[in-house]
């Protein structure tokens, strides 16, 4: 059974501070997804990684992939209050499009 | 390009009435729709899978027979709470994607489903 963590489950920063979400699977994967998820709201779709190696930045945001370890990273760079969200990894495996997600992170960012 | 839309975006209905949710993609065949279900504070749990014209395929634990999901075309899927219950109350997304392989889903904006 594929097991996605993320950590930390809940994050509070400063803002102008970097900070670092980690995802970690358990089973090889073809593609990772990251989504952003306001309150009350759906998702929104951030980054699609789909090779080793594959990193990606959109603004203040950064997710690199490393499928050896089975480790992808998004990393935000001098956080702004806007960028507060939970943010979501997902796992497809095999290419089969079913996604497993990861328990969230939630940011908060303070000015 | 690639919207997703549901309908209602909220509804709330009494115990033991049965609410139908409806997920259309705008502008694309979606081949693959998937119904996921989320609780406050926790992650997305895949409820089923559906191919058009196929019967959906439900995850582990899921009732298949009070959580009715029909494919009929291209472009849209129901999902039908039967008989609900307060526990069934919760945020309910739809995403669909335009092949079973290597096609990303694109997430529907959910419906707020609460029973009284």
């Known amino acids: 059974e594929l097991k996605v963590e993320q950590n930390p489950l809940f994050l509070s920063m400063q803002e102008g501070k970097n900070y670092t979400i980690y995802c970690n699977y358990s089973?090889?994967?073809?593609?990772l997804y990251w989504y952003r998820q306001d309150p009350g709201k759906s998702l929104e779709s951030l980054f699609v990684?789909?090779?080793?190696?594959a990193v990606k930045q959109e603004g203040r945001l950064m997710a690199s992939l490393d499928t050896k370890a089975r480790l992808s990273t998004l990393h935000i760079t001098a956080a702004v209050h806007d960028l507060s969200a939970t943010y979501f990894c997902a796992v497809d495996i095999n290419a089969g499009n079913m996604l497993t997600f990861g328990g969230g992170t939630r940011l908060m960012v303070k000015p | 390009g690639a919207v997703v839309s549901q309908h209602p975006s909220r509804v709330i209905c009494k115990s033991g009435t049965s609410v139908k949710i409806e997920c259309r993609s705008l502008d694309f065949q979606a081949t693959t729709m998937f119904w996921y279900r989320q609780f406050p504070k926790q992650s997305l749990m895949l409820m089923a899978t559906s191919n058009e014209g196929s019967k959906a395929t439900y995850e582990q634990g899921v009732e298949k027979d009070k959580f009715l999901i029909n494919h009929a075309s291209l472009t849209l899927s129901t999902l039908t709470v039967t008989s609900a219950h307060p526990e069934d109350s919760s945020f309910y997304i739809c995403?669909?994607?335009?092949?079973?392989?290597?096609?990303?889903?694109?997430f529907g904006p959910g419906t707020r489903l609460t029973v009284t």
């Open positions: 089973t090889t994967s073809d593609r």
């Open positions: 995403s669909a994607s335009q092949g079973w392989s290597g096609f990303e889903q694109y």
């Open positions: 990684l789909l090779s080793n190696g």
